[in-house]
């Protein structure tokens, strides 16, 4: 299963990057922020995005909202330090398959792949 890790921090991708590759996951590519999000996607065509929310230029949700009504079929999981409820209600709402807070356990990132994956 090919993974886009995006986020506008490259240490956090690679982090990330890190835990997927261990967990036997490709990694599809990478952004740094929504737009080169939607960009990536239409090249790499992923099975699953791992999506931060905050980032410059274009955010998660907004990224989030413009991926589903290109992709409907897109499978998202989003990765935050901004854990607060409204935005984990909005990015469910908006399609997103699972929500992960940073800075998040190993095992529970690939939990929510894994979830993502199994859904479609």
Known sequence: MNILVVDDLSFMRSIIR???V???YRIAGEASDGRDCLEKYEEVRPDLVLLDIAMPRMDGLNCLRELKKRHP???VVMCSSLGDQERIIKAIQLGASDFVVKPFQKNRL???VKKALNRG
């Open 22 to 24: 261990a967990g036997g």
């Open 110 to 112: 690939l939990s929510a």
């Open 73 to 75: 079929d897109s499978r």
């Open 18 to 20: 890190d835990i997927l």
